[in-house]
């Protein structure tokens, strides 16, 4: 389940579950959104995008999809792996036209064996 | 590797001292980005390069901060007079269009002012 850590919300989940991570976002206008895996003591790494005029978009074991009636986004891993275990942040950018992207303030998965 | 390079990986200041963080971007890229990631926290926009040219500044949190890209490859990030508030990991990202399939960041430099 889903608990408020110290300074990150954090999702456990068992081996081989599906795991479902959540973001809101802040900005009607954002046409364009990434999701970053980042694990400690390394910079954030991309695993999946989606552009506004889509609500879902599928890659290798994961799954984002898109609301924006409720400014919602997710993403979906299948079949949890201990390798998945890291920080997960959302990021849109507000500005069509620039690159100021803004991050979640991220969610953290536990991977229990 | 051929994947974005940051230097120093960790940097202990004194509070009011000036310090220039490094970032190496993967060869070819035109697109450079600064990030600060507090701790606990998501990546917080710095600024943008394309090749040399800076092009959004926006999130410099003050004029203590200053980059530059004079070469259109690396790029420097000055903090001067730093103060305790500036400790963070600082994270730079390059990239042939912007942030997204085609950018990659770098594993930061953590900056730690006592």
């Known amino acids: 389940g889903e608990s408020v850590g110290l300074h990150l919300p954090t999702l456990s989940v068992q081996e081989g579950d599906n795991s479902i991570i959540n973001c809101a976002y802040s900005n009607s206008a954002s046409d364009y959104f990434i999701w970053y895996k980042q694990e400690s003591g390394k910079g954030p790494q991309f695993i999946i995008d989606i552009r506004s005029n889509m609500d879902k978009r599928q890659g290798q074991r994961v799954t984002v999809l898109l609301n924006k009636t409720v400014k919602h986004l997710s993403l979906q891993i299948a079949a949890t792996q201990p390798g998945d275990s890291a920080v997960y942040f959302c990021a849109e950018n507000p500005d069509n036209y620039g690159q100021n992207f803004v991050f979640g303030p991220g969610t953290r998965l536990s991977v229990l064996p | 590797g051929a994947g974005v390079s940051q230097s120093p990986r960790y940097k202990v200041a004194k509070r009011g001292q000036d310090v220039a963080l490094r970032c190496d971007p993967i060869s070819g890229h035109v697109s450079l980005f600064w990030y600060q990631q507090a701790l606990g926290q998501g990546p917080e926009f710095l600024t943008y390069?394309?090749?040399?040219?800076?092009?959004?500044k926006s999130g410099l949190p003050s004029d203590r901060f200053f980059a530059e890209r004079p070469e259109g490859s690396v790029s420097t990030l000055k903090i001067q007079r730093t103060q305790q508030e500036d400790s963070a990991v600082y994270l730079c990202?390059?990239?042939?269009?912007?942030?997204?399939?085609?950018?990659?960041f770098g594993q930061g430099t953590r900056l730690t002012v006592v």
């Open positions: 390069f394309q090749n040399e040219a800076q092009l959004d």
């Open positions: 990202a390059s990239g042939t269009r912007g942030l997204g399939t085609e950018a990659f």
